[in-house]
């Protein structure tokens, strides 16, 4: 596999090694000892979740969990296609309120790591786009919580359909970055 680093280091674009023949292909979304040995990041993945988003625009996000509950997430596109977000949350990071993003197809097999002290989100780009993420801590509905899609602080540029963002009244509603008590430290690398 190929791994590389987004502007934000700690955000990885993973790229699988693909096995194309005559049948279709092959490849090997996940394996903990190859992508330790390539990342040096040893994941425990203990739950997957899937999305199907029927309307081209539609948002998911930005979310993530809170400690002692937070999630790294691996996510991959099976139909379609989307522009992945992450959102450095971590206080005291040089890249606090930036974000990263790549686009993820079921074309182009390519998915994104987003570790703990990131939130993520998406925005798909064709219609009953199916979005697959593994996540490292199981689903907690008290650590639930998110920031502002469109976040004027953070201003991601979400290409968006003329008709606007498709949106749940949850994430609508998600409070601003400015309004969440840090929850996240930034540690320089050693």
């Not at 279709?24 to 390539?38: D, H, K, L, P, V």
């Not at 425990?44 to 029927?54: A, K, M, R």
């Not at 309004?179 to 320089?188: G, K, M, N």
Request: hydrophobic letters at 45%.
């Amino acid at each position: 596999m190929d791994i590389v680093a987004m502007t934000i280091p700690e955000v990885k674009v993973i790229r699988p090694r693909v096995f194309n023949d005559a049948r279709g292909y092959f490849m090997e979304t996940w394996n903990r000892r190859a992508f330790a040995a390539a990342s040096g990041i040893d994941l425990d993945f203990v739950q997957d979740n899937q999305s199907l988003s029927v309307s081209t625009g539609t948002v998911r996000g930005l979310h993530f969990q809170s400690p002692p509950c937070a999630q790294d997430k691996l996510i991959r596109v099976l139909a379609g296609t989307i522009l992945d977000v992450a959102v450095d949350i971590r206080q005291g990071s040089p890249s606090f309120g930036r974000w990263v993003a790549a686009e993820l197809s079921a074309k182009n097999r390519q998915q994104l790591l987003v570790p703990i002290g990131f939130a993520h989100g998406f925005v798909t780009l064709e219609p009953d786009t199916i979005v697959a993420y593994k996540v490292s801590n199981h689903y907690s509905k008290e650590n639930d919580l998110g920031i502002r899609w469109n976040d004027p602080d953070i201003a991601v540029d979400w290409p968006l359909p003329p008709s606007g963002a498709v949106l749940s009244e949850k994430d609508a509603a998600l409070p601003f970055l400015r309004d969440i008590s840090p929850l996240f430290t930034w540690r320089a690398a050693l």
